[in-house]
T-cell receptor
Framework: AAGVIQSPRHLIKEKRETATLKCYPIPRHDTVYWYQQGPGQDPQFLISFYEKMQSDKGSIPDRFSAQQFSDYHSELNMSSLELGDSALYFC????????????FGPGTRLTVL | AQKVTQAQTEISVVEKEDVTLDCVYETRDTTYYLFWYKQPPSGELVFLIRRNSFDEQNEISGRYSWNFQKSTSSFNFTITASQVVDSAVYFCALSEAGIYTGANSKLTFGKGITLSVRP
């Protein structure tokens, strides 16, 4: 079965640079979520989109923005990167009526030097 | 606000032992969903099981079983006859009913339990 696809899988950036992470949800899934997981931490919710509209927002820094496109893929844009942004970034998708089950992609490991 | 507590941080067992992972949650909603996810050393988050707030029936699925008790706000997860491949971090998570029509809700995770299964 098709899973959530994230690219790139690994990304190394310098401080103050920008980064763009991409997520392709499971086909027919209508909701996309972004989570950030720091080393040794639990995943923290950043933002979600339902049918291409922002549906919820968590502890996402103002330096980050995200959107969902007409083909349902989503991008997380991160600017003025800081050392503390180094983390594993997960995208998940779900389908309305599927009891809120979120299926996660493999994650993008971002390292800021 | 919703909260998930996993009091155990690390558990070590010998292969073939049964192991139970504890989870306690807090929510003001009457409709919610509870989940267990597994994060092996490779890093991905793998969905294991889901239970909604209206269904307290406990089930067994292969070597996995779970015990959901609303009276104590607990959602414990048991692995029977553990195997080395079960070594991972296990997260309990809570999702409240979406506030937007048709939109599912964010997950709130516990801190995770690191399970080590020794041969």
């Amino acid at each position: 079965a098709a899973g959530v696809i994230q690219s790139p899988r690994h990304l190394i950036k310098e401080k103050r640079e920008t980064a763009t992470l991409k997520c392709y949800p499971i086909p027919r899934h209508d909701t996309v979520y972004w989570y950030q997981q720091g080393p040794g931490q639990d995943p923290q919710f950043l933002i979600s989109f339902y049918e291409k509209m922002q549906s919820d927002k968590g502890s996402i820094p103002d330096r980050f923005s995200a959107q969902q496109f007409s083909d349902y893929h989503s991008e997380l844009n991160m600017s003025s990167l800081e050392l503390g942004d180094s983390a594993l970034y997960f995208c998940a998708s779900s389908l309305e009526g599927d009891s809120d089950t979120q299926y996660f992609g493999p994650g993008t490991r971002l390292t800021v030097l | 606000a919703q909260k998930v507590t996993q009091a155990q941080t690390e558990i070590s067992v010998v292969e073939k032992e049964d192991v139970t992972l504890d989870c306690v949650y807090e929510t003001r909603d009457t409709t919610y969903y509870l989940f267990w996810y597994k994060q092996p050393p490779s890093g991905e988050l793998v969905f294991l099981i889901r239970r909604n707030s209206f269904d307290e029936q406990n089930e067994i699925s292969g070597r996995y079983s779970w015990n959901f008790q609303k009276s104590t706000s607990s959602f414990n997860f048991t692995i029977t006859a553990s195997q080395v491949v079960d070594s991972a971090v296990y997260f309990c998570a809570l999702s409240e009913a979406g506030i937007y029509t048709g939109a599912n809700s964010k997950l709130t995770f516990g801190k995770g339990i690191t399970l080590s299964v020794r041969p």
